[in-house]
């Protein structure tokens, strides 16, 4: 069967054997759901292929998402086949007959005129027919009518009608319905070694199921990405999505209307965990109809075991949402979040994650630093000193000539000798509360440098005392920390109060 069709083989078989059934008189209609890429019509395809080399008539109609398509527009395409019998003119009686003939009297006439048409020509064709009507989503409520009434009379005919929808707004009685889920990891992995030809590193399927969401147009399209660079055989890291699977991916959300589009932006700036609350503190209008119309469009996912939370159906959607942001809009939509989150009480790791990115001048520069500061401090508290680390660093970013920071910042691993505890002691960040005025002691062992204590000073410099003494072997923000025997500065002895912050 191929690439396209991993893990959709029972899905074939079924249709197959609605077919031999439809054949032996007794019709079916099958209805294929699933969101957009996961592969409805790949297999459509694949049974129409076997129902041909079968021998089988197949007729082909397709709904079409402009508003001015005429009624039963599937239906008028599936007709125009040229079989005898067959004709669209079929349906262009309505309001034809009587003259006192209500239009819904003159539709149910030509519904069943239609029926018995098609009856009539799969009972005398070997193997019957097989019917195909796709994008039923965009379908008109006349076609979902007269597909209502094929399925409550289908069961004595030779017809196999196959539909394909994302959705349907009402309940096709006597379908049988084939729902398409998106692929887990393993078989993610299986697509890819078929992709690659070769052995795919371990890393690879996670990632991309990630990405993709495990539906298979994207997984596709990432594979493709991967096997052109040649990257699947080695370990899984960073990737540049391509401008065209971001604008295939981002179609599902150029249907939706502009307030939820606008939503949607704040949502993928949130992150790939969308908090309820925080999304409607920051939007501009009530999100609740908003929200019901991207989960309607398979955008949004909710979870009912937590209705606070929200997800994209993709990580692919998420970033191609994001994307489509201009810089303005991406610096303002994470300055409402930081402040929305302040608000909230939440982790200051994640205020600080959008404090970041939202930099434009001194002040937001400031509310960064100070808020890398506090996710630095929870770090500590959490005894997480890599995370502590990153966000001291982060900070000193922002504030390079700051004292205490570039004192308690993250520091390289000791290069000169020492035990195992000692290297690992040196990577860590110094934990102590920034002071908010006077002197600072810091009588913490900074091991693996030499320095048994230290103190916050300004910039050593040439006095009536003297140069500052001779460096060993750590250095604090004013260069060189002096031996702890002699002063380490003029400033020490002299009685000059160290800086305020």
């Not at 076609?143 to 409550?152: D, I, T, Y």
């Not at 299986?190 to 590193?201: C, D, K, N, P, S």
């Not at 929305?340 to 200051?348: C, F, T, Y």
């Not at 922002?398 to 002691?425: E, I, K, N, Q, V």
Request: proline share 8%; aromatic share 4%.
């Amino acid at each position: 069967m191929g690439t396209r069709l991993v893990a959709r083989v029972a899905e074939v078989v079924a249709l197959d054997r609605l077919r031999a059934d439809a054949a032996a008189g007794s019709g079916a209609v099958a209805l294929l759901t699933g969101e957009a890429g996961i592969g409805k019509t790949a297999v459509v395809e694949e049974a129409v292929a076997r129902a041909a080399a079968a021998g089988v008539t197949v007729l082909t109609g397709r709904a079409d998402p402009d508003e001015g398509a005429p009624a039963f527009w599937p239906w008028r395409r599936l007709l125009d086949c040229g079989l005898p019998g067959l004709t669209p003119d079929l349906l262009d009686t309505v309001g034809a007959g009587d003259t006192g003939e209500t239009p819904a009297a003159a539709r149910f006439r030509v519904m069943h005129a239609v029926l018995g048409a098609l009856r009539t020509a799969a009972a005398g064709r070997d193997g019957g027919l097989v019917l195909v009507l796709e994008d039923l989503h965009w379908a008109d409520p006349a076609s979902l009518a007269l597909l209502e009434l094929v399925c409550r009379e289908v069961a004595g005919t030779r017809l196999l009608v196959i539909a394909t929808a994302r959705t349907l707004d009402r309940e096709l009685a006597g379908a049988e319905t084939l729902a398409l889920t998106p692929w887990d990891p393993p078989t993610v992995a299986t697509y890819l070694a078929q992709r690659a030809g070769t052995a795919v590193h371990a890393s690879w399927p996670g990632v991309v199921h990630r990405l993709g969401g495990g539906n298979p147009l994207y997984t596709r399209e990432l594979a493709r990405l991967l096997a052109a660079g040649d990257r699947l055989r080695h370990p899984a890291g960073g990737m540049d999505l391509p401008d065209g699977l971001l604008r295939l991916v981002g179609r599902r959300i150029a249907a939706l209307s502009p307030p939820t589009r606008e939503m949607l932006g704040l949502a993928a700036a949130l992150g790939a965990d969308v908090d309820v609350t925080v999304l409607g503190r920051i939007a501009a209008t009530p999100i609740e109809p908003l929200v019901t119309e991207a989960i309607d469009a398979g955008v949004l996912v909710e979870d009912p075991w937590a209705p606070d939370r929200l997800r994209f159906a993709h990580e692919l959607v998420r970033q191609a949402r994001y994307a489509a942001l201009s810089r303005p809009e991406r610096i303002d939509a994470h300055r409402r979040i930081a402040d929305a989150l302040e608000v909230s009480g939440a982790r200051p790791g994640e205020t600080a994650r959008h404090r970041v990115r939202a930099v434009v001048d001194e002040a937001s520069r400031r509310a960064a630093r100070q808020a890398c500061e506090a996710a630095a401090r929870a770090a500590t508290r959490q005894r997480d000193h890599s995370a502590a680390a990153t966000w001291l660093g982060q900070a000193l970013e922002f504030a390079p000539d700051d004292p205490w920071l570039r004192l308690a910042g993250p520091r390289p691993p000791a290069t000169t000798g020492g035990s195992r505890s000692r290297s690992r002691t040196a990577t860590r960040p110094w934990r102590w509360p920034r002071p908010s005025g006077g002197r600072i002691s810091a009588r913490r062992r900074h091991r693996g440098y030499g320095v048994s204590a230290a103190r916050w000073h300004p910039p050593c410099s040439t006095s009536a005392s003297g140069p500052s003494p001779s460096p060993v072997h750590c250095r604090t923000p004013c260069g060189p920390v002096s031996s702890p025997s002699r002063p380490p500065c003029s400033w020490r002895s002299a009685g000059t109060p160290a800086p305020s912050r």
